[in-house]
């Protein structure tokens, strides 16, 4: 986002009439998080005020960019309807699928210029296909002569190019950054990151070995292991159970929710989120930290996260929310990609899970200042070096890994595979 604040500044000074800009991602998390990250680096940049008026105030999800209706098979926004915009900036494209993909594009007017953000080493979309990954497959690739001859001219630099005629305009199009602003390459998250990425079972271990103080790795092989681990999860939230229970402000409470977060590879059993949540919502009652009735699963501080979106609402699939009671009785509290505060009354809630802890799928789009990777006791085809990428890379500040070593190493040598036909197009 700092990249694209400043080459969407260039492109409104560029311009004597300001480009329409609109801004989405493919979670309500993420488009918040693009709103925020956005917003900030545009602040710090020397632009007039006409000119930051150019930019929107707020993201989208894509399902509400294009105008999709539960019930409808057409969106609004279609090829014979296109979308009102001259850039469109699309973060956390790791996530988006091929059907969503192809929507999108579909309803883009000619003109238009898309800027695809994301991470190609992230997990996939749930859904169909590898797009980013598929797209981002030439990017080591060097420039054709003709782009590389731009770009040294622009910059100053020597750009290498190639003759290779290969998908080059796509090649010409792609832009690999390298430096992480959400964590430094040589911290403990960094160096672990890098290690998984490379499936490098041997850098894995010495990341942990190496004393960083930002990560670390505890055993969870059932027993004393899980009861330690429900402890920690405690701790991680008390910061939060204390501000509920002091009756703060609903924007502060989801502020301090989103510092820790437990990740889980799973979603059924005791190392899923099914049974990680029951397990910590039982604790937390022992404890008198939460008090729940044993005929509702509603309580002052329940955190939740819908699973299917609701436009009529405005929520979507991703959205997080606490219940509190703020004189109105018990009401979900959400935050919007404008910064603004919503509340919603459970009875009227769509369809969602309790958030003590979540898939790391739901958690892309999201950063945490700590975040808690949970793996199973054995290993399951689901866990990959994608996945444990993923799950590293949410924490800001500090990782702490749960998990037995031989499931970890079975984790960061196993590799997604996915088929999207992206690539037999491109080369062709």
Request: proline fraction near 5%.
């Amino acid at each position: 986002t700092t990249t694209v604040a400043k080459l969407l500044a260039a492109l409104v000074q560029l311009n004597d009439v300001p480009p329409r800009i609109k801004l989405a991602a493919p979670t309500g998390k993420a488009a918040a998080r693009l709103t925020e990250s956005l917003g900030s680096a545009l602040a710090s940049l020397p632009l007039s005020d006409a000119q930051k008026a150019a930019f929107p105030d707020d993201a989208s999800t894509l399902h509400r960019l294009l105008g999709v209706t539960p019930g409808r098979q057409r969106a609004r926004h279609h090829e014979s309807n296109p979308l009102h915009l001259d850039v469109l900036v699309v973060d956390e494209a790791s996530m988006i699928d091929l059907p969503m993909m192809a929507r999108l594009i579909a309803a883009l007017p000619p003109h238009a210029r898309v800027i695809f953000l994301g991470d190609r080493d992230q997990l996939a979309s749930v859904e169909a296909g590898a797009v980013l990954g598929d797209i981002c497959h030439y990017a080591h690739d060097a420039y054709t002569p003709e782009r590389a001859a731009e770009l040294s001219q622009l910059t100053g630099c020597s750009v290498p190019h190639s003759s290779s005629t290969a998908a080059s305009e796509l090649r010409d199009a792609l832009c690999l950054l390298r430096t992480s602003y959400r964590f430094d390459s040589s911290s403990g998250i960094g160096q672990l990151a890098q290690a998984v990425n490379c499936s490098d079972h041997h850098g894995v271990n010495q990341a942990f070995a190496n004393g960083f103080t930002d990560i670390c790795q505890k055993p969870l092989n059932g027993g004393e292991d899980y009861v330690v681990m429900i402890e920690d999860a405690i701790a991680g939230y008390d910061r939060f159970l204390k501000q509920v229970n002091a009756q703060a402000e609903p924007a502060d409470i989801l502020r301090e929710f989103s510092e820790f977060q437990l990740l889980c590879a799973l979603r059924e059993g005791p190392y899923g989120v099914s049974g990680l949540n029951e397990q910590l919502e039982q604790a937390l009652i022992r404890k008198r930290k939460i008090t729940r009735s044993a005929h509702s699963k509603w309580y002052e501080g329940r955190p939740v996260m819908i699973s299917r979106n609701d436009s009529a609402l405005g929520l979507f699939n991703g959205d997080i929310g606490v219940a509190l009671n703020r004189g109105q009785g018990l009401r979900v509290w959400f935050p919007l990609p404008d910064g603004t505060i919503k509340s919603v009354s459970p009875s009227r809630m769509p369809d969602h899970d309790t958030a003590w802890a979540m898939t790391v799928h739901k958690s892309q789009g999201s950063e945490f200042k700590h975040a808690a990777l949970i793996l199973p006791n054995q290993y399951a085809p689901v866990l990959t070096r994608e996945l444990v990428y993923t799950a590293i890379t949410r924490a800001r500040e500090k990782l702490s890994l749960y998990g037995d070593e031989r499931v970890l190493r079975q984790a960061v040598t196993a590799r997604t595979e996915r088929r999207s036909g992206l690539l037999t197009h491109f080369s062709q």
